[in-house]
């Protein structure tokens, strides 16, 4: 059954932590994509990835980090630099002209 | 710079009666563009999508429409049901780089 799956569901972290975030998919895509969801601001994009070995920050990737070592995984990172890191992270992948499927969601909270 | 824009938070709408979700956009290098359903602490949902070559695609209930000259597109849901009520979320990506944007949402409630 293809699809994409992030892990965890929740994640807590402490002040000055990494973190990082699960993004796996076995729909053979090779874009992915990390957004961010605020109340009220939509969904921002932080880094997405064409291809393996290769990303590209978003409108809002200071303080986050990603790699792309295999075409099904693309985890992301919440440095200790991100002032503002509580928020519901949700990761993507798809091929333009064909749709971008979208994981059920991780929720960061800062403690 | 929003460069996909959303205007209206929020829709209310009676059941059985259309659903109007307006989308604008400002770049002029986006050619492909989406609509997705979002529930609360869930991933979003892909609905229909439609390229720049043309300007009208539909799938059951759901039909969007594309103004390339007004940089417009809309999402027509009928007849609107209970389950359409969700945040909807419009997109656009261009060819060239794969970067998907999107705009900040419209909440849609379906009134009984």
């Known amino acids: 059954d293809g699809g994409i799956t992030q892990s965890p569901k929740y994640l807590f972290r402490k002040e000055g932590q990494n973190v990082t975030l699960s993004c796996e998919q076995n729909?053979?895509?090779?874009?992915m994509y990390w957004y961010r969801q605020d109340p009220g601001q939509g969904l921002r994009l932080i880094y997405y990835?064409?291809?393996?070995?290769d990303f590209q920050k978003g409108d809002i990737a200071e303080g986050y980090s990603v790699s792309r070592e295999k075409k099904e995984s693309f985890p992301l990172t919440v440095t200790s630099a991100q002032k503002n890191p509580t928020a519901f992270y949700l990761c993507a992948s798809g091929t333009w002209g064909y749709g971008y499927t979208f994981g059920s969601g991780t929720r960061l909270t800062v403690v | 710079d929003q460069q996909v824009k959303q205007n209206s938070p929020s829709l209310s709408v009676q059941e059985g009666r259309i659903s109007i979700l307006n989308c604008d956009y400002t770049?002029?290098?986006?050619?492909?563009f989406l609509w997705y359903k979002k529930y609360p602490a869930e991933g979003p949902t892909f609905l229909i999508s439609?390229?720049?070559?043309?300007d009208k695609n539909e799938d059951g209930r759901f039909t969007v429409f594309l103004n390339k000259s007004a940089k417009h597109l809309s999402l027509h849901i009928v007849p609107s049901q209970p389950g359409d009520s969700a945040v909807y979320f419009c997109?656009?990506?261009?060819?060239?780089?794969?970067?998907?944007?999107f705009g900040k949402g419209t909440r849609l409630h379906i009134l009984p």
């Open positions: 439609i390229s720049s070559i043309k």
């Open positions: 997109a656009a990506s261009a060819s060239r780089d794969d970067k998907i944007i």
């Open positions: 990835s064409q291809i393996v070995n």
């Open positions: 770049n002029s290098m986006f050619d492909y």
């Open positions: 729909l053979n895509h090779d874009a």
